[in-house]
């Protein structure tokens, strides 16, 4: 594997792993930053638990090296985020305080100008009394289920995503990763996201309690290359009686169908506005490692894709899709049972 020159412009890159590493992350022996590959001779830092303020702080003093990533770290731009300017620090601890000091006193002034006590009317049994009401009938229905999100490692996963499957009953969970979901039907599944992690659904039992919920993480490992660097100029004034401008052209994409998909059979690829041409088509497992890979070409007027599973067993697997003449890539999960 070969190493690529990075350059960084402004606040903006984009982070790719165009051959991923095959190796396993786990047989690995730690080292200081991450661990030591015997393949290649190397440390491989780990950036799954890294902010996108830390891996941009990374590239810009290492330049280029071999890591561990979550799959959502990748094929987006990630940009630093601007430092407040130091004289605002200044000016808002000096006029904030004494804005709410004028109003404070500009609320004691007002309380003057009315009567210490209000004269009501001694009958007061004909005036009208307003009960409110709902209009939306209260549901009791169902258990209240409760527990913790994390992951495999038995760290918490926070602000987790938690509802009931097939409905919009949903609710987010805390810092620590626990929920409490109300009105839960027996026999229903719980369904759980994170970003970074796995969508899964859990059964409902007897127990409803204290339930520790696990994510599997999505990631691939491999050496990064940066690919975009971009950096936004101002937008010119534009006149009222200019035309308006062309609608942005719609971005490249693939989805898997069905999924999920019989373990062993065909991955039928639907790509959708694919520049014309040859691609690769890989389906790798969540540690990275290449499991089967095909060809596959693209027209306008067809842009379906098929993938043969024989041989690979039941799981989550990552399919990306790689236009051989620009290197671009896509990516989807699929899921074989």
């Known amino acids: 594997m070969s190493y690529f020159q990075i350059h960084l412009m402004g606040r903006r890159l984009n982070l790719q792993i165009p051959e991923p590493c095959s190796e396993n992350w786990d047989a690995m022996r730690p080292d200081a930053g991450g661990r030591h590959c015997a393949s290649c001779a190397r440390t491989i830092a780990d950036f799954t638990q890294m902010s996108d303020a830390r891996l941009l702080a990374f590239?810009?003093?290492?330049?280029?090296?071999?890591?561990?990533?979550?799959?959502?770290?990748?094929?987006?731009?990630?940009?630093?985020?601007?430092?407040?300017?130091?004289?605002?620090?200044?000016?808002?601890?000096?006029?904030?305080?004494?804005?709410?000091?004028?109003?404070?006193?500009?609320?004691?002034?007002?309380?003057?100008?009315?009567?210490?006590?209000?004269?009501?009317?001694h009958d007061t049994k004909d005036l009208p009394v307003d009960v409110p009401r709902s209009d939306t009938p209260r549901s009791d229905t169902g258990r209240t289920v409760t527990g913790q999100v994390t992951d495999s490692s038995g760290n918490v996963v926070p602000f987790a995503t938690v509802g009931i499957w097939g409905t919009k009953t949903m609710v987010s969970a805390d810092v620590e990763g626990r929920f409490s979901l109300k009105h839960v039907p027996a026999g229903a599944l719980i369904s759980v996201s994170a970003t970074g992690y796995n969508a899964t659904q859990f059964p409902v039992g007897a127990q409803v309690n204290g339930l520790q919920l696990v994510l599997s993480m999505r990631e691939m490992m491999g050496e990064y290359i940066v690919v975009r660097s971009v950096?936004?100029?101002?937008?010119?004034?534009?006149?009222?009686?200019?035309?308006?401008?062309?609608?942005?052209?719609?971005?490249?994409?693939?989805?898997?169908?069905?999924?999920?998909?019989?373990?062993?059979?065909?991955?039928?690829?639907?790509?959708?506005?694919?520049?014309?041409?040859?691609?690769?088509?890989?389906?790798?497992?969540?540690?990275?490692?290449?499991?089967?890979k095909g060809t596959a070409s693209c027209s306008a007027k067809s842009e379906r894709m098929t993938l043969t599973t024989a041989g690979v067993p039941a799981g989550n697997y990552l399919v990306r899709v790689v236009n051989e003449k620009t290197g671009k890539a896509l990516s989807a999960q699929a899921v074989l049972r």
């Open 231 to 292: 950096r936004k100029k101002p937008r010119p004034f534009k006149s009222l009686f200019q035309p308006k401008a062309a609608p942005a052209p719609i971005p490249p994409s693939v989805s898997i169908y069905p999924n999920p998909v019989a373990a062993g059979s065909d991955l039928h690829i639907q790509g959708r506005h694919l520049e014309p041409g040859a691609y690769h088509i890989e389906l790798y497992n969540l540690a990275g490692q290449l499991l089967a």
């Open 59 to 121: 590239v810009r003093e290492h330049g280029h090296a071999c890591g561990r990533f979550r799959a959502d770290q990748l094929d987006r731009d990630v940009v630093l985020p601007r430092r407040a300017l130091p004289g605002l620090r200044a000016f808002f601890t000096i006029t904030i305080p004494a804005f709410l000091l004028s109003l404070k006193a500009g609320a004691q002034n007002a309380a003057t100008a009315f009567p210490a006590s209000i004269q009501l009317p």
